[in-house]
């Protein structure tokens, strides 16, 4: 039971983290060179993906 919700936890502080890093991206940083900007926001869809991905997996496994 415990570790099921600790699971949970861990995708949704993954998933929001994602979006959030993707937020700051586009919004904060205007710095940065285009191309790292570009890799920064593939790495927070990434995050995203596998935290959608790992959700659905514990939902079909119930």
Known sequence: MWQRGLNWAAVILVGIFGLMWVGVVIYAD?????????????FGIVLLGWAVQKAV?????T
């Not at 205007?30 to 593939?42: K, N, Y």
């Not at 997996?57 to 496994?61: P, Q």
């Open 30 to 42: 205007q710095s940065s060179a285009p191309w790292m900007r570009v890799a920064q926001v593939v």
């Open 57 to 61: 997996l514990m939902l079909i496994k």
